[in-house]
């Protein structure tokens, strides 16, 4: 069905992830409540499938299930599971393709599922190469990043493509009218980082970006709020990415040694709890489950897969905004608009590498 219909549907690969089809189908049942219009064409083992559904408390009629009898492993080679053809996730893939259905989504193996809707769904006319997107928080609120894996080296004509995508990314999903965009950087100055970087930051400040174009940012930016979205290549995006996750488990495992250090200390995580409870919320990994290979003809959205329930109804939700607010002709109206790329072409371009799972998020645990 095509994106943005009245009766948007979703193909969900049941058989991705560390619990699946558990955790899959508890997490339809929560997103059903949230996307009251949406149809879900669920893909795998029918019989281990039909009872979970049957369990739940709002899949009734919402819900078809395509039989597959093909699982990708985690540990499969991109180029093997191109060879499943009845593997649930590949015929979710195929289900976007054929138009059956508007987006996809799936918990499985990533480095497969990034080959897959590659090679099936195919690259958007007018991008040269697709980009993985991902939600964080950030002092400010939440910050858009990408590319954080897809590509691990890349030219000037991709960082704007990115940008380009990164700002309709945000306007989608987070709602921001005018989102911010910065290029990562060595530094802020406009005569830090190479020809790459100069060359982008001079393409998007001509074009219609131009006033939302912050212009270079810095590792702690991220962080800091400074733009709402952060374009940089794959390499970097990836290293930045687990650098800030694993800050963040840092953190929360010093709280949680500060506070069982003594009694007294244990008295005083009892009443600092209430402002604790608000920043495990806040720093909640199920709040950005969800990243999204933008640049493809459909939603494809990468849920984490060691995630929960509540996890994966977030990457539905996702998935659900791209669908419903047309983000594809959105960016295909982004891309006619910004004709200054062309300049860009004529670089070189760079070589292709393997994509590099984004790292699963582990939930942070204060206190006691």
């Known amino acids: 069905m095509a994106e943005g219909a009245s009766v948007p549907v979703l193909a969900v690969d049941a058989m991705g992830g560390d619990h699946a089809p558990e955790s899959i189908i508890a997490g339809l049942d929560i997103a059903a409540v949230r996307h009251p219009k949406a149809m879900f064409h669920v893909f795998g083992d029918e019989a281990l499938?039909?009872?979970?559904?049957?369990?739940?408390?709002?899949?009734?009629?919402?819900?078809?299930?395509?039989?597959?009898?093909?699982?990708?492993?985690?540990?499969l080679k991109p180029t093997a599971a191109l060879r499943l053809r009845n593997a649930s996730m590949r015929r979710a893939i195929d289900a976007v393709a054929n138009g059956e259905a508007a987006g996809v989504i799936s918990a499985g193996n990533t480095g497969a599922m990034l080959a897959l809707?590659?090679?099936?769904?195919?690259?958007?006319?007018?991008?040269?190469?697709?980009?993985?997107?991902?939600?964080?928080?950030?002092?400010?609120?939440?910050v858009v990043?990408?590319?954080?894996?897809?590509?691990?080296?890349?030219?000037?004509?991709?960082?704007?493509?990115?940008?380009?995508?990164?700002?309709?990314?945000?306007r989608t999903v987070?709602?921001?009218?005018?989102?911010?965009?910065?290029?990562?950087?060595?530094?802020?100055?406009?005569?830090?980082?190479?020809?790459?970087?100069?060359?982008?930051?001079?393409?998007?400040?001509?074009?219609?970006?131009?006033?939302?174009?912050?212009?270079?940012?810095?590792?702690?930016?991220?962080?800091?709020?400074?733009?709402?979205?952060?374009?940089?290549?794959?390499?970097?995006?990836?290293?930045?990415?687990?650098?800030?996750?694993g800050a963040l488990r840092l953190v929360g495992d010093l709280l949680k040694r500060v506070f069982t250090a003594s009694i007294s200390a244990k008295l005083a995580y009892v009443l600092a709890k209430p402002g604790l409870n608000r920043l495990r919320e806040w720093l909640d990994p199920r709040r950005y489950n969800g990243a999204v290979l933008l640049g493809l003809n459909g939603v494809v959205v990468k849920?984490?897969?060691?995630?929960?329930?509540?996890?994966?109804?977030?990457?539905?939700?996702?998935?659900?905004?791209?669908?419903?607010?047309?983000?594809?002709?959105?960016?295909?109206d982004g891309l006619r608009q910004h004709d200054d790329r062309a300049a860009l072409v004529a670089e070189?371009?760079?070589?292709?590498?393997?994509?590099?799972?984004?790292?699963v998020a582990t939930p942070i645990a204060f206190g006691p």
């Open 49 to 75: 499938i039909q009872p979970l559904i049957s369990k739940g408390k709002h899949l009734a009629g919402r819900v078809v299930i395509c039989p597959t009898t093909e699982i990708i492993a985690d540990d």
């Open 117 to 142: 809707a590659k090679i099936v769904i195919k690259t958007m006319a007018g991008i040269d190469r697709p980009a993985m997107a991902a939600i964080g928080p950030s002092a400010k609120g939440d």
């Open 145 to 170: 990043m990408l590319d954080l894996g897809a590509n691990m080296i890349c030219d000037a004509r991709n960082l704007v493509e990115f940008a380009v995508m990164g700002e309709m990314f945000a």
């Open 174 to 245: 987070l709602g921001l009218p005018k989102p911010t965009i910065g290029l990562l950087n060595v530094g802020s100055e406009e005569m830090k980082g190479d020809e790459t970087l100069k060359r982008a930051a001079e393409a998007l400040r001509a074009g219609p970006i131009g006033p939302q174009f912050h212009g270079f940012v810095e590792g702690h930016d991220i962080a800091g709020g400074t733009v709402d979205v952060v374009v940089t290549d794959g390499f970097t995006g990836n290293v930045a990415l687990k650098t800030g996750e």
């Open 303 to 332: 849920s984490h897969g060691g995630t929960d329930a509540e996890g994966f109804a977030h990457a539905v939700d996702v998935a659900m905004d791209m669908i419903v607010n047309r983000f594809n002709e959105r960016i295909r």
């Open 348 to 359: 070189p371009a760079a070589p292709v590498a393997t994509p590099v799972a984004p790292p």
